[in-house]
């Protein structure tokens, strides 16, 4: 899956990987890859900016240290980025169910019209 496919969503992805604990940026590219079972494979040129932006917002928030002498971010949600994640979350759910009227006839949750 392209990043270009995830527009309006890639922050709430973020959010809710960053829900589990603090990760390091490459972490958060692994944990995206492992829960997507690799379909989101995206690049760091995607990931970081996001983060950043993230951060700006408040809802991130992120602390420098060194592993095996190795400098690197770590990030964590913050409790208005706990809140924004709540709130994606209803807002996805209200998106899936009224899309799912057209994309999923068949499901059990639509009612005829």
């Known amino acids: 899956m392209k990043a270009q496919e995830l ?14 604990g603090a990760l390091h940026g490459y972490a958060i590219i692994e944990s995206l890859r ?11 040129g995607t990931i970081y900016p996001a983060l950043r ?6 809802y991130v928030a992120s602390t420098w240290s060194t ?32 899309v799912g009227r057209f994309l999923d006839p068949g499901s059990s949750s639509t009612t005829p019209a």
């Open 67 to 98: 592993v095996n002498g190795r400098e690197r971010r770590t990030y964590e949600l913050t409790d208005s980025g706990r809140r924004a994640l709540a709130g994606e979350r209803a807002g996805w759910h209200e998106f899936q169910l009224t």
């Open 34 to 44: 492992a829960r997507s079972e690799g379909s989101l494979d995206l690049p760091t």
């Open 53 to 58: 932006r993230l951060e700006r917002a408040g």
């Open 7 to 20: 527009h309006g969503h890639l922050d709430a992805l973020l959010l809710a990987v960053l829900e589990q």
